[in-house]
């Protein structure tokens, strides 16, 4: 049963396209993340969110931008894509505790031709 | 700062064949351990965790003990199934770095028939 949703699963798009990634929870977790998984399975974080109003950038950079208007929605957006930014894209989300787990949503994988 | 060493892949393995994959961890105070399972095409699902020293988490046949004195999480399986096939990820969370998750580089396993 997912609790934390992405759309779309799969999108192909061409170079200097403007796209959004959506990601919705409905467990009213505060705090929601952004990860780009690349071939090799490493998960690397590229934005996160505490709360309303509250976004930051991750350990790598990336020239997308995120927006946290309601606590449920947290949507990815890049400007111009490009094939560099062909990759799978992980939202996740979790309570502000300690020993709580990340829950994550199924995924988008973006491919920018 | 917090990090997590897990063994590297690709790990393949007969089915019914007994599975380590090892993680270590480094971190400020006494983190929360999770492991993490992705199987293909989904997003990552917690598999188990344990909260603090010599605690053990298991699930779906999976074992792994919180040992602070070798800072290790190591995940273990005693007869793997084919249906194991999947990348493995180690991870912790500590307030000490604001709860986030940090997580190891994955490891895949592939079980054979």
């Known amino acids: 049963e997912a609790d934390i949703y992405q759309t779309p699963r799969y999108l192909v798009i061409g170079t200097g396209k403007k796209i959004t990634l959506e990601c919705s929870q409905t467990?009213?977790?505060?705090?929601m993340y952004w990860y780009q998984q690349d071939p090799g399975m490493e998960l690397h974080l590229i934005h996160y969110?505490?709360?309303?109003?509250?976004?930051e950038k991750g350990d790598l950079s990336s020239e997308s931008t995120v927006s946290r208007i309601r606590t449920e929605h947290f949507p990815l957006t890049l400007e111009s894509a490009r094939p560099s930014h062909t990759s799978q894209y992980l939202c996740?989300?979790?309570?502000?505790?300690?020993?709580?787990?990340?829950?994550f949503g199924n995924g988008t994988r973006l491919t920018v031709t | 700062g917090d990090s997590v060493t897990q063994m590297e892949g690709p790990v393949t393995l007969s089915e019914e064949a007994f599975l380590t994959i090892n993680c270590t961890y480094t971190?400020?105070?006494?983190?929360?351990l999770f492991w993490y399972v992705q199987y293909p095409g989904e997003g990552l699902q917690l598999l188990l965790k344990?909260?603090?020293?010599?605690d053990k988490g298991s699930n779906k046949g999976f074992e792994a003990t919180y040992r602070k004195e070798t800072t290790s999480f190591h995940l273990e399986k005693g007869s793997v199934q084919v249906s194991d096939s999947a990348v493995y990820f180690c991870?912790?969370?500590?307030?000490?770095?604001?709860?986030?998750?940090?997580f190891g580089a994955g490891t895949r396993l592939t079980v054979k028939p």
């Open positions: 969110s505490y709360g309303v109003n509250s976004t």
């Open positions: 971190a400020t105070g006494y983190p929360s």
């Open positions: 996740a989300s979790t309570t502000g505790t300690d020993n709580s787990p990340l829950h």
């Open positions: 344990a909260t603090k020293a010599d």
């Open positions: 467990m009213g977790h505060d705090k």
């Open positions: 991870a912790l969370r500590t307030k000490y770095n604001n709860n986030d998750m940090r």
